[in-house]
């Protein structure tokens, strides 16, 4: 039984299943039209309609997958992998939230484990990105996770949830009633050690509790909780079936347009 509050169940719960493609640094203009193509020829109407598919390509190629899903008018949305705490302004190499916008991103990926790892991002500055997000109306997709050693030593819960508040400072409820939540344990990411599904739903359902506690249960029942780690075809339905988990953050998997189609597929809404 699901401990998180309200305890309704990703299928009946109102809240529309997400699977969104984290590219990472792979791909570049051209393979990103053609994956783009490939995965929103091949799903149906029908099947995009129920199930919302999100594509995060480096930013290298957004200018590509716009004018391609513009043209196209293709049911699917995009989004970057990360974003300037900053409006504007001398800091070289980063990217602000209104370029991102002006490139009709509708989501941003915020404190993925990599760049919490390789970019030594806190929480604070985590929560920096995730309210400069917001203010250029798009969505963040929030990523939280535990080490292994952290789960070894059975402090998992309490250290994804501090992240999770931490990194969700000077949000309003308001403000959080679009937020999609990434649980991303670290030692699944790219090692093919997927989580069980019942650690999945355990985790998803501990971040929907807390986020009930910062923003109320309207809010929080409304809020998608995402799984990711070595998510695949084969493994995804059993994933998002469970009651609080709401979709899929996908890496390696959304580079191979038919696996990403069958993770899509897999979802019990589609
Ligand atoms: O953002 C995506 C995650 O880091 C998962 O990556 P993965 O599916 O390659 O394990």
Redesign the pocket.
């Given at each position: 039984m699901a401990k998180g509050a309200p305890a309704r169940g990703s299928a009946g719960s109102g809240r529309r299943t997400l699977v969104a493609g984290?590219w990472?640094m792979n791909l570049n203009h051209l393979e990103a039209i053609a994956l783009v193509q490939k995965v929103a020829f091949d799903l149906k109407p029908a099947e995009l309609e129920k199930v919302e598919v999100v594509f995060l390509p480096p930013f290298t190629d957004l200018r590509s997958v716009q004018t391609l899903v513009d043209g196209d008018k293709l049911a699917v949305g995009y989004g970057g992998q990360d974003l300037s705490p900053h409006g504007s302004g001398a800091y070289t190499g980063d990217i602000s939230g209104t370029m991102l916008s002006r490139l009709g991103c509708s989501y941003v990926?915020v404190g993925?484990?990599?760049r919490r790892t390789y970019h030594h991002e806190d929480d604070a500055l985590v929560a920096s990105k995730v309210l400069a997000a917001y203010k250029h109306g798009i969505t963040p997709i929030l990523?939280v996770g535990e080490h292994e050693d952290v789960r070894a030593a059975g402090n998992h819960v309490e250290h994804v949830l501090t992240q999770l508040e931490g990194s969700l400072a000077g949000v309003s409820a308001e403000q959080a009633a679009t937020l999609v939540v990434?649980y991303?344990p670290v030692w699944?990411?790219?090692?093919g050690r997927t989580a069980s599904a019942q650690d999945a739903q355990d985790m998803c359902s501990a971040v929907r509790g807390q986020l009930s506690k910062l923003f109320g249960d309207s809010v929080a029942s409304g809020i998608r909780v995402l799984y990711?780690?070595?998510?695949k075809a084969a493994n995804a339905a059993e994933l998002f079936t469970m009651p609080d988990v709401d979709g899929g953050?996908?890496?390696?998997?959304?580079l191979v347009a038919e696996e990403f189609v069958g993770i899509v597929r897999a979802s019990p809404a589609a």
């Open positions: 984290n990472k990926v993925h484990s990599e990523c990434a991303e699944a990411i790219g090692t990711g780690g070595s998510v953050l996908v890496g390696g998997a959304s």
